[in-house]
């Protein structure tokens, strides 16, 4: 007798293909490769990182119900960051993209999303001052909430359990290990909520710059490096009073930001219930390769409209894979994570896959190799990817690359060895006539003990004063802000050697 298929009737055909696919075990394909795209086409090919539940009727249940919600962010929202990234990756602005490693469904309250966009606004005017340049703004919020792991299992107390893998997953406490389907809406709302509070705390003020800032430096230990802090903050200061005197800020300038938001694609169940065939609310600078009659059905695009930027990981990169398949049919611009493990000829291929048309700041390429790797393998990749013809944007991950365990088995990162990635960064791109055009960075608005280092000074013994990540260490605000500090140093003096002065002076704390 033929197994009983058990169908919502509001689950679309593609939904049903993807819910088959979650209650599967193994690597399995659902049917031959095609060569269209569909939101769904990503299940004819192998998955790394997949989630394996227990329930098919809970999963249909779940993706029905994305499939019917309006979308979190529009069209026109992405198009205008693809418009902006594009100068980036011409060098006319800088990338400052920052959050949480792992958002957890908690930190969808006022104060914490208050403190993150607080911190992203004064590094970013640190930046602009040291840079001379726009700089674009993306938070990992309202969505970040799925992490890759190592092992989908760990031991506890002798018993293999489900690893923690996100709360649009499986739960921290050991009690709520099992993937439920139902945390995919729950993350939805969450991410709903947190983008909606963004916006309505930027339409109300929060990034108003005739407000004034907190610039605290009283936790800087050294005096001359106080004193180089002050004089920037000084600085800064004056020049917005400038604006403010000469009515420079008349047209409202100064009352708000634009403010995008970023996650990991890596849950494909999710991210194809949010894609939509959507029209291109206000179109970019045309490109050759897209040309199309006036009114036709191909003046519409497939929108992930769950964030405005999603990114591919290390873990999940692999040419004939299933994120790389969903990735491609994309309007909304993307990042891919490059480490020690690619190889230029990879690069290049995984650049044609995803943007055949090379359409200018479509990509950003996020090397994150760690500080004792930077320098034998960014330069390659960089030649690799000039010779392509593929003009990307390219933007340092200065953290992943650098995580280290201390003696009491706590995971750590230092300031120092970030620091030096990121300057290592600036002066081979300098060497080999391209340039960096942003950060991507783990952060916090709270005064967390994760990393060491930094002008607090803090160490190892320090990690247990507050020490509240579930996944990987994340700057706190203060060593966020001393590293836009540094990197907009660097610019400003405009020589190569002061990056391994600032570097220098870190190592000195």
Known sequence: MAEERIISPSLSANGEVAASVRVSRGDVRTGPPVSGWSPSSWTTKPIKQDVIYDDRKAVERSLAKLERLPPIVTPHEIVKLKKILRDVALGKAF???GGDCAELF???EADAIDSKIKLLLQM??????GINKPVVRIARMAGQFAKPRSSPTEIVDGKEIPSFRGDNINGFDLSERRPDPARLVSAYFHSAATLNYIRAQLSSGIADLHAPLNWELGHVQSASIKAKYQRIVASITDSLRFMRTI??????QLETVDLYTSHEGLLLEYEQS????????CSPAPHPDRKTPSGSETEKGWYNTSTHFLWIGDRTRQLDGAHVEYFRGLENPIGIKVGPSMKEDELVQLLDIVNPSKEIGKVTLITRYGEGKVDTLLGAHIEAVKKSGHTVIWQCDP??????TTNSQVKTRHFSSILAELSSTLRIHQ??????????LELT??????????????????LQVNYTTYCDPRLNEKQALELAFLVAGFWRRGEEGEAGEAEGEEEER
């Open 399 to 404: 953290m992943h690359g650098n995580t280290v």
């Open 274 to 281: 949010l894609t939509r065939r959507l029209p291109h609310s």
């Open 247 to 252: 009515g420079a800020d008349t047209a409202g």
């Open 445 to 462: 608005g709270d005064a967390v003990t994760e990393c060491v280092g930094g002008s607090e000074g803090l160490t190892d013994q320090d």
């Open 431 to 440: 060497r080999h006539g391209t340039f960096l055009g942003g950060v991507h």
């Open 95 to 97: 990338l400052l993209q």
């Open 124 to 129: 970013s005017l640190v930046l602009i001052w």
């Open 106 to 108: 908690d930190y969808c």
